[in-house]
């Protein structure tokens, strides 16, 4: 009997040891939003407006080969009555030219668009990466989740503004 008191004894203490070690080791968890991030980023406005003045040039281009497109089928319908066979055919291989090299101009335009638009989203990941970082770091989280891995979560352990306080200020 004494001894049955001793091992419950023994194992009341090991489990409150065990259940007090588990209470220190609790994790400090944070999430963030990163959709909300990049949308409040305000270097989002200025990549945007580089790249923008980056392709103005093929842009341009672009418009000038839609107007020729626009201004011959404008021509092709306006004169069709008044030219012979050989102007109509003509005019119609020159159309047909022009169309294709705008299509493949715009192909190339939206492949080169897309691929410096995915350079400049993983250079502005990377400086999230590091400011998400530095905000765990100063405030000893131990764990940062992405918000959609998250079924549920306390407002307060949302950390998307102190990121973007911290890209804001450029630290």
């Given at each position: 009997m004494k001894t049955l008191i001793k091992t419950t004894a023994v194992a009341v203490a090991l489990s409150t040891t065990l259940f007090a070690g588990a209470a220190e080791a609790q994790q400090k968890i944070g999430v963030v939003d990163m959709m909300s991030i990049f949308q409040q980023l305000p270097q989002r406005e200025q990549i945007s407006q580089d790249l923008q003045a980056e392709f103005e040039d093929r842009f341009e281009e672009m418009r000038q080969l839609e107007q020729k497109v626009q201004e011959l089928r404008q021509k092709q319908e306006r004169d069709a009555a008044i030219m012979s066979n050989q102007e109509k055919t003509q005019l119609n291989r020159e159309l047909e030219q022009l169309i294709s090299e705008a299509q493949l101009k715009q192909?190339?335009?939206?492949?080169?668009?897309?691929?410096?638009?995915?350079?400049?989203?993983?250079?502005?990941?990377?400086?999230?990466?590091?400011?998400?970082?530095?905000?765990?770091?100063?405030?000893?989280?131990?764990?940062?989740?992405?918000?959609?891995?998250?079924?549920?979560?306390?407002?307060?352990?949302?950390?998307?503004?102190?990121?973007v306080t911290q890209m804001s200020s450029g630290n």
């Amino acid at each position: 009997m004494k001894t049955l008191i001793k091992t419950t004894a023994v194992a009341v203490a090991l489990s409150t040891t065990l259940f007090a070690g588990a209470a220190e080791a609790q994790q400090k968890i944070g999430v963030v939003d990163m959709m909300s991030i990049f949308q409040q980023l305000p270097q989002r406005e200025q990549i945007s407006q580089d790249l923008q003045a980056e392709f103005e040039d093929r842009f341009e281009e672009m418009r000038q080969l839609e107007q020729k497109v626009q201004e011959l089928r404008q021509k092709q319908e306006r004169d069709a009555a008044i030219m012979s066979n050989q102007e109509k055919t003509q005019l119609n291989r020159e159309l047909e030219q022009l169309i294709s090299e705008a299509q493949l101009k715009q192909k190339a335009l939206q492949e080169d668009t897309r691929r410096r638009q995915q350079e400049e989203r993983n250079e502005l990941l990377g400086k999230v990466q590091k400011a998400i970082n530095a905000v765990a770091q100063k405030e000893n989280y131990d764990l940062v989740l992405e918000s959609n891995a998250v079924a549920f979560m306390k407002a307060d352990n949302d950390l998307s503004d102190e990121v973007v306080t911290q890209m804001s200020s450029g630290n």
